[in-house]
């Protein structure tokens, strides 16, 4: 990508504001190298990535990156053969330490979601405990090694600490007995040997071997004769000690060394670990979502934001270009942020090409380019001055060059800064070449002429940015498909401006203009109007696919229980008629048993007594079968009474009448949420008793009582948040509750933002908001229940 574009569309403000979100200095050197990837593949691969980290960090939160430095210089050391110091060998460890515990919290429970490359990425990580526990036992601070680090050095303190208890006792001794030659009743260090101040004058007096004086000259520091032996054990001692010390250090090292490939590959997993979840908490902070990718030239940005403009400012637009048209002109007055459009555009693809989510709403999507040119005036950017005409032209001729129909090409006021009618038809010809060869163009300009260019030309199409005639402000508002007006006149006259000089302005342009102007006026209008019954239309489906889809779910489950109550009589009247058939077969057998015996008054009495009790036995069977069937379904109504509550057997549940009976027979029933007609004679009596009744409203009483009007989730992850919100909310319906509210904290916003997700779609909330001063501020959310 070439580094004038990056440059122009402000790409190195991005890379600056991500580097905020890193630990290491190797994190931030990844990130100064970033730039667009080469390849769809890869694009679409670095999306994925910074995706999964995004939703690792709202279900599992921040990922254990405690004590991760930036160990690159120690591990080449160590690589040479090096020793590395106390300070140098707890940042390894602590380096070692996170590796493990990042493969611990990355660690797939069963039923977890699958975080495929970031899983990939943590297979590298190798578990190092022995250099952990080698390192964190020896070394307790940054120059400080612990007694525990081995039994000699434990040996030699213990002995250095007799050793200056008994020079302190002893030195002590010296100045109780040499008080009057001294300055100072006390004793000092010089060099690791103590020592005395001696008045100069008595230096005499007092054996010993002078190590210093004070600068008057009058005091001098002496070291008695009788601690010379003392502190030259010490001093022994103290070698003993350093010595010590780096021989422990070296071997922590060459364990290192041992283990250097697995050291070096951990180090550098973790920083491309620090770096993608670097990306996705800025991606957190400016509302990201991952777009489609494709290679085609089309792209649509769906409520598009800058991402480098204040979010309590920014106007979100809809743009897109590809499908019926691959050059876009957008036309309008200055200040009505066409250079912001523009921007917006190059920006989001440069970021969305890094691997990084852009800040547009779901289901948007980009393209990939193998180049993205940007011609944007420099009068356009705070930190630089106005450009000439012959620096426009001279970019315009290297992006001519190098343009094909794998580029997306950027001009900001195509043609100006030189004779209008020159201009106007200079910047067709440039757009027209360019659309010819098959690159994708988006250019503002003021020219009329090129209003009729997209007007005419196929593939071309016309834009413009709303602007509010009444406040003499632009809305921002992108109108694709709709020229921009000038609004000289209606602007001037609202400045103040005579309606005679605006008269005669109007006089000197052509009817055809004016009508053309008008037109443009009439059609922004009715787009505007358009637009916005669109959007109520698509909020009313939506609303509508949602209830379509909860009585569809409500509907499947009455059939479920129809079935199951239907499969469950059929049983039971199988059961019945075997037995009977069993019966009846035993009766025929003792039947024909009798007609072989004869047939005598006796057999005949008793086959008459037989056949009476097959009889009697189906007709048993019978009455069991219609028993059953009429305990399942309960008895037939025999009056109907309003708000009187039934059992229907073919929904197999209560239901409360509504209407008395119409010429059909039929009266309409609630069932839940549900009103149906049904024939009085499908209707039974309802088997519940006064008394359960009675125990059920003192249950739902008891209930409503215990609804607390506000929950707490801070402490909890997102999903678990999600989920305890959402048995709240049920609750606090039934309960009756109309406002709640949530408490989630400030925190890093991403519990918050996975709260106020969630509410956007439940079927209870009618609207919600954050709260206001007293209220908690950003850490609570205000809930209203439809």
Do not use: W
């Not at 943590?122 to 680090?149: H, W």
């Not at 229907?648 to 059909?664: A, E, F, G, Y």
Request: hydrophobic share 35%.
């Amino acid at each position: 990508m070439n580094e004038k574009s990056l440059k122009v569309l402000e790409f190195n403000k991005i890379k600056e504001e991500l580097k905020k979100y890193t630990l290491t200095a190797a994190s931030k050197e990844v990130i100064e190298e970033l730039t667009p990837y080469k390849t769809v593949y890869e694009v679409k691969e670095h999306l994925q990535e910074t995706k999964e980290a995004y939703n690792i960090l709202i279900k599992k939160g921040n990922p254990p990156f405690e004590g991760l430095y930036d160990v690159r210089e120690a591990v080449k050391r160590v690589e040479k053969g090096g020793g590395l110091n106390a300070g140098q060998l707890l940042r390894v460890a602590q380096m070692v330490r996170c590796a493990r515990r990042f493969n611990e919290f990355i660690q797939r429970k069963e039923q977890e979601e699958e975080y495929r490359i970031i899983e990939d990425v943590c297979s590298g990580l190798t578990p190092l405990r022995k250099i952990e526990d080698a390192v964190f036992t020896a070394i307790v601070g940054e120059d400080e090694v612990s007694d525990k680090a081995s039994q000699t050095l434990y040996n030699i303190r213990r002995s250095l600490k007799e050793k200056n208890s008994s020079v302190r006792d002893k030195v002590n001794s010296i100045i109780r007995e040499n008080s009057k030659y001294l300055q100072d009743n006390l004793f000092t260090m010089r060099g690791d040997r103590y020592v005395i101040p001696v008045k100069s004058e008595y230096k005499g007096a007092v054996q010993g071997l002078i190590h210093d004086q004070s600068s008057t000259g009058a005091t001098l520091f002496i070291e008695p004769i009788s601690l010379v032996n003392l502190n030259n054990e010490i001093k022994e001692l103290m070698l003993k000690e350093k010595a010590e010390i780096e021989r422990i250090l070296s071997e922590l090292s060459s364990i290192i060394y041992d283990n250097i490939s697995a050291v070096k590959n951990n180090s550098n997993i973790l920083i491309e670990l620090d770096f993608i979840f670097a990306k996705a908490k800025y991606c957190s902070k400016i509302n990201g979502v991952c777009p489609k990718v494709n290679d085609n030239g089309a792209f649509t940005l769906l409520e598009a934001r800058h991402p480098l403009i204040d979010p309590q400012k920014v106007v979100p637009s809809d743009i897109y270009l590809g499908k019926d048209f691959t050059s876009l002109v957008v036309t309008g007055p200055n200040t009505g942020g066409k250079t912001v459009t523009l921007k917006t555009v190059g920006l989001l693809h440069l970021m969305a090409m890094s691997g990084l989510l852009i800040p547009t709403r779901e289901n948007s999507s980009i393209s990939f380019f193998d180049e993205i040119f940007a011609d944007i005036g420099d009068e356009q950017s705070i930190e630089q001055s106005l450009s000439t005409f012959s620096s426009h032209m001279t970019n315009i001729v290297g992006i001519m060059e190098k343009a094909n129909n794998k580029s997306l090409a950027l001009f900001d006021e195509l043609g100006a800064g030189t004779d209008p009618t020159e201009g106007a038809a200079l910047a067709m010809a440039i757009l027209e070449t360019l659309r010819q060869i098959g690159c994708k163009i988006v250019a503002t300009t003021h020219y009329s002429e090129l209003k009729g260019y997209a007007l005419k030309t196929p593939g071309v199409e016309n834009a413009s940015v709303e602007f509010d005639v009444e406040t003499l402000r632009p809305t921002y508002r992108l109108l694709i498909g709709i020229p921009g007006k000038s609004n000289a006149f209606e602007i001037s006259k609202r400045l103040g401006l005579q309606e005679v000089i605006i008269e005669k302005a109007k006089g000197l342009i052509s009817h055809e203009s004016l009508k053309f102007e008008d037109l443009i006026q009439n059609l922004q209008e009715k787009t505007i109007r358009a637009e916005k019954d669109a959007r109520d239309a698509e909020k009313l489906k939506f609303e509508i696919n949602k209830l379509k889809e909860k009585y569809e779910e409500k509907l499947t489950n009455i059939e479920k229980t129809r079935e199951n109550a239907y499969a469950e009589a059929r049983r039971e009247s199988k059961q019945i008629l075997r037995d009977a058939k069993e019966e009846a077969d035993q009766i025929l057998k003792n039947m024909r048993e009798l007609e072989r015996m004869g047939i005598s008054s006796d057999a005949r009495r008793m086959l008459e007594e037989e056949r009476s009790k097959l009889k009697n036995k189906l007709d048993k069977a019978e009455q069991q079968l219609n028993k059953t069937i009429k305990e399942k379904n309960g008895e037939e109504l025999k009056e109907v009474k309003l708000g009187m509550e039934v059992f229907l057997p073919s929904i197999n549940q209560k239901v409360v009448i509504l209407t008395m009976p119409d010429s059909k027979g039929e009266v309409q029933v609630e069932a839940g949420i549900m009103k149906v007609n049904v024939k009085v004679k499908d209707l039974r009596v309802a088997k519940e008793t006064k008394e359960v009744k009675k125990k059920s409203k003192k249950e739902v009483q008891l209930n409503l009582r215990t609804v607390s009007s506000s929950i707490d989730l801070r402490g909890m992850d997102a999903e678990e948040a999600c989920y305890t919100v959402d048995k709240y909310l049920d609750e606090a319906y039934l309960g009756g509750l109309g406002e709640v509210t949530v408490v989630h904290g400030k925190g890093t916003g991403v519990l918050r933002k996975a709260i106020n997700d969630m509410l956007k779609s439940h079927p209870h909330v009618k609207s919600f908001r954050l709260g206001e001063y007293g209220e908690g501020g950003t850490g609570v959310t205000v809930v209203q229940l439809k």
